[in-house]
T-cell receptor, first 116, second 112 residues
Framework: DAMVIQNPRYQVTQFGKPVTLSCSQT?????MYWYQQKSSQAPKLLFH???????NEADTPDNFQSRRPNTSFCFLDIRSPGLGDAAMYLC???????????????FGNGTRLTVT | QKEVEQDPGPLSVPEGAIVSLNCTYS??????FMWYRQYSRKGPELLMY????GNKEDGRFTAQVDKSSKYISLFIRDSQPSDSATYLC????????????FGAGTRLAVHP
């Protein structure tokens, strides 16, 4: 029944080794988000796609990139992971019209990234 | 100063207790207020959504917004062990669910 599916649930990568996290959705939502959540901290928005339009947050490091090849899939690429990038990465979806997001965010269960 | 402040807890209560969870905020433009519940190793799920001031009730849950004090609350009546989770408040100023700002969450443990 999962509507926002993130793979893998756990990912271990080495310092500096590129890693890709994936998210798929069955809700046909036009907005997809990537959040970073560190232990006991608030989820932090990295970027979101409104349809095909990519919206980067001003303080998102260049090390983080995203791709959305179609409505259902979105990827988070971390080009050179550092120890500080260890976190839970949450994908979320929503629907919007006219630049207003008018449905609740549906979150996946996250990918926990460990950097060794 | 963070835009949204939330006591991290943990808050430990016996089953059946009334729980009060709170957030304060600094941005007077916030008008949309939400509470999310996050179980361990899961993503957040929306519990309650309110617009502007006032109360909203849904079963055992009541959300309260006091814009004059920049303070929001979530009350849980007859708390159950299954309510044990982290509760995140979230807010938005720009309409609907745009640009949500989350609190860091309060960890709640309800023991039998």
């Amino acid at each position: 029944d999962a509507m926002v599916i993130q793979n893998p649930r756990y990912q271990v990568t080495q310092f500096g080794k590129p890693v890709t996290l994936s998210c798929s959705q069955t809700l046909n939502h036009n907005v997809m988000y990537w959040y970073q959540q560190k232990s006991s901290q608030a989820p932090k928005l990295l970027f979101h796609y409104y349809d095909k339009d990519f919206n980067n947050e001003a303080d998102t490091p260049d090390n983080f990139q995203s791709r959305r090849p179609n409505t259902s899939f979105c990827f988070l690429d971390i080009r050179s992971p550092g120890l500080g990038d260890a976190a839970m990465y949450l994908c979320a979806t929503s629907s919007g019209t006219g630049k207003t997001i008018n449905s609740p965010l549906h979150f996946g269960n996250g990918t926990r990234l460990t950097v060794t | 100063q963070k835009e949204v402040e939330q006591d991290p807890g943990p808050l430990s209560v016996p089953e059946g207790a009334i729980v009060s969870l709170n957030c304060t905020y600094s941005n007077s433009a916030f008008q949309y207020f939400m509470w999310y519940r996050q179980y361990s190793r899961k993503g957040p799920e929306l519990l309650m959504y309110t617009y502007s001031s006032g109360n909203k009730e849904d079963g055992r849950f009541t959300a309260q917004v006091d814009k004059s004090s920049k303070y929001i609350s979530l009350f849980i009546r007859d708390s159950q062990p299954s309510d044990s989770a982290t509760y995140l408040c979230a807010m938005s100023s720009s309409g609907g669910y745009n640009k949500l700002i989350f609190g860091a969450g309060t960890r709640l443990a309800v023991h039998p």
